[in-house]
């Protein structure tokens, strides 16, 4: 634990005081890399008993100059998790938080939280680590929270998909193959066929083999949602046959209203959120992508759905003639569970109990 001590404060030989460097901003970047997941545990894989600074002065941590593009968002987190009283009044000052300085500080824990899940996930990105060496590095902490290293692969994520990322680690603005061309990607992923996290749907409320629609078709959707919801997440694909192939969006889009993607991607949110709640919309996310379309081919005759489905903090059921069942994802099947299995699921896939369903 680090931390930046007020003027005129004694400490006792346990905490290692060093009055190096004396430049504010590079004080609380430097607290910010050593207060973050990843250097935690570099730190823990050393020491045994007592963390001597020889320790510390082994470890890797980069050289953050003012000079680089994330040292600002760095220090000024820092600076507002560690300005809340008025003895950092100086500092609060020295680094340009607007007066009555301690008061510009965050006390509340919502707010505290979101600080430390931005920092975590900044010096991940700034040490270059991939989303799975992150998931790594946080199943190392036991005593921390779910709720607290999920905000943290949340914040590394978004940053991720907005190209904030690659203000700490500059190799991420060099657009990958996806990036280059999202649909490729795409048909990568319909090409190596269904799996335990992959599954294909022909439509979302057209029944394929009668030619017509079909509200049983609606409730496979919402069922196979339910089960990477409640299972290690996933991504299904409508629009896709079994075998791979492309059956397209044109008949589901007719009965969306607006005939087209918007109105596909509204009316299957209601219906998803219809069963799992509000706040089950922030591990759902809808994206659209124009496959192997001919010129003179009708709109969406080429479209598939993708939903990317995050595990969920806390049980989804779905309703089905007033009854709430629940599903799970086993293989690359949807299952329910028997009642007398439920309980004994849900201790395990959730050992800190269920999150709060509040939305941020």
Same mark, same amino acid.
């Given at each position: 634990i680090c931390t930046i001590l007020p003027k005129r404060v004694f400490a006792g030989n346990t905490v290692i005081v060093s009055t190096e460097p004396q430049c504010p901003e590079e004080l609380l970047a430097i607290v910010a890399l050593l207060n973050s997941c990843v250097v935690d545990h570099a730190i823990r894989q050393k020491v045994s008993a007592h963390c001597n600074m020889f320790y510390v002065y082994q470890l890797p941590v980069p050289r953050v100059t003012r000079e680089h593009q994330g040292f600002a968002c760095l220090s000024r987190r820092a600076a507002k998790l560690?300005?809340?009283?008025?003895?950092? @009044?100086?500092?609060?000052?020295? =680094? /340009? #938080? !607007?007066?009555?300085?301690?008061?510009?500080?965050?006390?509340d824990p919502a707010g505290r939280a979101k600080l430390r899940a931005e920092l975590d996930a900044m010096v991940a990105h700034l040490y270059g680590l991939t989303e799975e060496e992150f998931v790594h590095v946080l199943s190392t902490f036991p005593l921390v929270?779910?709720?607290?290293?999920?905000?943290? #692969?949340?914040?590394?994520?978004?940053?991720?998909? +907005?190209?904030e990322a690659a203000l700490f680690n500059p190799d991420l603005a060099k657009p990958s193959a996806a990036q280059a061309d999202p649909a490729k990607a795409i048909r990568d992923l319909i090409a190596a066929g269904e799996s335990a996290g992959v599954e294909f749907k022909s439509s979302a409320r057209w029944d394929v083999k009668q030619s017509q629609p079909a509200k049983h078709i609606e409730h496979v959707i919402v069922k196979t949602?339910?089960? *990477? #919801?409640?299972?290690?997440?996933?991504? #299904?694909?409508?629009? $896709?046959?079994?075998?791979? !192939? $492309?059956?397209?969006?044109? &008949?589901?889009?007719?009965?969306?209203?607006?005939?087209?993607? @918007?109105? *596909?991607?509204?009316?299957?949110?209601?219906?998803?959120?219809?069963?799992?709640?509000?706040?089950?919309?922030?591990q759902i996310a809808i994206a659209f992508h124009g496959l192997h379309q001919a010129e003179d081919a009708k709109p969406g005759s080429g479209? =598939?759905?993708? =939903?990317?489905?995050?595990? +969920?903090?806390?049980?989804? *059921?779905?309703?089905?003639? /007033?009854? &709430?069942?629940?599903?799970?994802r086993t293989g690359n099947a949807t299952n329910q569970l028997k009642p007398s299995e439920l309980l004994g699921y849900c201790a395990q896939r959730w050992p800190d109990g269920p999150a709060s369903t509040e939305t941020a």
């Open positions: 560690i300005c809340t009283t008025a003895e950092f @009044d100086d500092l609060a000052k020295a =680094v /340009g #938080l !607007n007066p009555p300085n301690h008061k510009a500080g965050v006390t929270e779910a709720a607290v290293k999920q905000a943290a #692969l949340d914040e590394f994520k978004r940053m991720l998909a +907005s190209g949602v339910a089960a *990477f #919801l409640n299972t290690a997440g996933g991504t #299904l694909v409508i629009g $896709v046959e079994d075998n791979g !192939n $492309v059956y397209g969006l044109i &008949e589901d889009y007719k009965l969306c209203g607006k005939d087209n993607r @918007d109105g *596909f991607a509204l009316w299957l949110m209601q219906a998803l959120l219809k069963d799992f709640g509000k706040d089950a919309a922030g479209d =598939v759905c993708v =939903v990317n489905i995050k595990p +969920s903090p806390r049980p989804r *059921f779905v309703v089905e003639n /007033g009854q &709430e069942l629940f599903y799970i």
